[in-house]
């Protein structure tokens, strides 16, 4: 009977659980998102992309958005810049930035990722529910926090 126990609660390993959702959606996304249009757009791209938006951002707001590195940041924006889906120009309030922008191609891929990650968001609703997703999201919202203070921190759990 232990046995059956066992096997039951290593399906609820955390770790194991983010990791499957994790490459559930990447499988998804390289799919559905980056449909090899273009090629060079890949998976990494989605998240930087997405933040930049419509408005526009700058290299520093979107390295700090992505909290990674102003360095890490730049090289998915020469990336991206590859793919014809971005372009940058100087700041006209800080000589020093550069502010990133979508291009036309850029707008209609923003446009076409938006669509299919609220499709499969209508989806994850069918599946669970409406408030059972919006409690999921309030909750990795909350874990995010909790991760970001605490790589901050820097202190053990």
Known sequence: MSDCNTIEDSKRITCKLVYLLKR???DWSMKKLCRMDNPDFNNAHIPFFMSIGTTGIT?????AKMSVSKQAASK???ELEATNMVRSE???DDARAFMLYLTPQGEKFYQHLKNQ????????KKVVG??????????????????EDYNCAGEPV
């Open 24 to 26: 559930s959606i990447d």
């Open 59 to 63: 290299n520093n707001a979107l390295a």
């Open 76 to 78: 998915i924006v020469k």
């Open 90 to 92: 100087k700041s006209p």
């Open 117 to 124: 990650v609220e499709n499969l968001e209508n989806e994850y």
């Open 130 to 147: 409406v408030k059972n997703y919006e409690a999921a999201i309030d909750v990795m919202l909350k874990l995010v926090k909790f991760h």
